[in-house]
């Protein structure tokens, strides 16, 4: 029963598409990943503008909490009286360990790296972009 089926589609011709329909369908293809690039674009440039506005503020914020806990004191001793510091040692780490304003300093990297982020997607798909706008130039 198969053999007669391989030979009834055997003589038939095989279907084209048209020729038209690669060109209507990259077409398309182009115009999805242009619009996608373009929201990305937005989104990321709005994220960069937040990430700019936050980042002062958070870096006074940083400033303020060293200097309220002490820390800018102690690393000040560093540079001024380092054989004070070489005779306490671990001691000395430790108490600069514990007047580290860690909630502001994490708070000011986690916004430094939003900013870092946003600022490299809004370059990569701006290039993107420009990129598929030549290409159906």
Request: charged share 15%; proline share 4%; hydrophobic share 50%.
């Amino acid at each position: 029963m198969r053999q007669d089926y391989e030979k009834l589609f055997s003589h038939m011709e095989t279907p084209e598409p048209p020729a038209e329909l690669i060109g209507q369908v990259m077409g398309l293809i182009v115009a999805k990943e242009r619009r996608s690039a373009i929201i990305r674009s937005v989104a990321f440039a709005i994220g960069l503008i937040a990430s700019l506005s936050a980042f002062v503020p958070a870096f006074h914020g940083v400033q303020a909490s060293m200097a309220e806990s002490g820390f800018l004191s102690y690393l000040s001793l560093l540079f001024s009286d380092t054989g004070a510091i070489l005779s306490t040692g671990q001691s000395f780490a430790l108490i600069l360990l514990e007047s580290l304003p860690v909630f502001s300093l994490a708070l000011f990297l986690a916004i430094v790296l939003l900013l870092l982020e946003s600022t490299f997607h809004l370059i990569t798909d701006t290039s993107r972009l420009f990129s598929l706008r030549s290409k159906t130039l």
